[in-house]
């Protein structure tokens, strides 16, 4: 069974930091790239933070620099993380954990970010 469950959202200022995580349980997940999307309210989802399975990472311009994505691989869960520093209030957004390439794992409940300007 594949689950994936976010943590670590919350309410702060602008030029605050948070470090939202994700709990991804299934072996399947450990050789899959693996990313933090958002979606704005009224907006669609998008991908702001991508990781391989090789630790390469990429990112969306608009959170190049301030946001960091890592994970640590165990057995049967991988865990992923993503350092935001210098929030702004357009990071506003409820935030995702996703393996693209296992479309089976249901989305889960995400974690809320709120940026107070």
């Not at 090789?54 to 960091?68: E, K, L, M, P, Q």
């Not at 479309?103 to 974690?111: K, L, N, S």
């Amino acid at each position: 069974q594949v689950q994936l469950v976010e943590s670590g959202g919350g309410l702060v200022h602008a030029g605050e930091s948070l470090r939202l995580s994700c709990a991804a349980s299934g072996s399947v997940f450990s050789g899959n790239d693996m990313g933090w999307y958002r979606q704005l309210p009224g907006k669609r989802r998008e991908l702001v933070a991508l990781i391989t399975s090789a630790g390469r990472t990429n990112y969306v311009d608009s959170v190049t620099v301030r946001f960091t994505i890592s994970r640590d691989n165990a057995e049967n869960t991988v865990y992923l993380h993503l350092q935001m520093n210098s929030l702004k209030h357009e990071d506003t957004a409820v935030y995702y954990c996703r393996a693209p390439g296992v479309p089976e794992a249901q989305w889960g409940q995400g974690t809320q970010v709120t940026v107070s300007s």
